[in-house]
């Protein structure tokens, strides 16, 4: 009867040195060979193709926002009395031909002109705001594309945003973006981390989606900060 106990604790004490001993030295040194390969167990590969199949969706969301919006932004191209030429964008915000723009690309005495898809069209300037630095437009143009004005209440830090405006090359209109994320806002602004010269004043500012945030001014430090569409809206009548 001992000597069956024995046996038995004996067994279990071999059996549990051998499991240990496959475990952590035996089965680790065959899985490095070629031959085992297929049998290794790590996950890292998933977790890289993850991160990646999420860049590629969001890079993809970016270049849809962005073919969505491109046809609402006018060129603004103003000559002053003194011949100092000032440049920017602006937002058409209603099918018949609204559009706002920045105060200081539209000064009172400046012979300006608006671009918008190989077109020149006329138009009148209906008002402007030096202290919140917005003017309205209206040209001579109907049907236009048009998008909508983002929810300010559910924007957030760090979501992404992007600019699209029109710089001039030898006068010639031409249409860029450029990309980042909100570092902060309030009413006043949403100061983002994007960097940008200030040719591109008066460009709208957008979420992932397409919708309007903001109108964008340039710092003298190049940084883009926008007004936000609560007071374009205001300022606009809507």
Do not use: C, H
Not at 96 to 113: I, Y
Not at 120 to 143: T, V, Y
Not at 185 to 200: A, H, M, P, R, V
């Amino acid at each position: 009867m001992v000597k069956n106990i024995l046996k038995i604790i004996a067994i279990f004490v071999i059996g549990t040195v051998g499991g240990i001993f496959a475990d952590q030295i035996l089965w680790p040194y065959f899985i490095e060979k070629p031959l085992f390969y297929k049998y290794r167990l790590e996950r890292a590969p998933v977790y890289v193709t993850e991160i990646k199949e999420t860049t590629i969706e969001e890079n993809v969301a970016l270049t849809n926002a962005v073919e969505k919006v491109e046809k609402v932004v006018v060129g603004v191209r103003t000559k002053l009395k003194t011949g100092k030429i000032v440049e920017g964008s602006g937002i058409i915000i209603t099918s018949d031909g609204m559009v706002v723009t920045s105060a200081e690309l539209v000064p009172q005495g400046g012979d300006t002109k608006i671009f918008w898809e190989g077109k020149n069209p006329s138009f009148q300037i209906l008002k402007r705001d030096l202290k919140e630095n917005l003017a309205l437009i209206k040209i001579s143009e109907s049907n236009l594309p048009t998008v909508g004005f983002a929810d300010l209440e559910k924007i957030k830090l760090g979501e992404r945003v992007f600019l699209l405006g029109i710089i001039f090359e030898k006068e010639t209109p031409k249409k860029i973006t450029n990309e980042g994320i909100i570092k902060t806002f309030d009413g006043n602004s949403i100061q983002t981390n994007i960097f940008e010269k200030y040719t591109l004043s008066g460009s709208p500012l957008f979420d992932i989606e397409g919708k309007v945030l903001g109108l964008n001014t340039i710092d003298k430090e190049g940084k883009v900060i926008a007004i936000p569409n609560s007071k374009i809206k205001t300022f606009s009548g809507f």
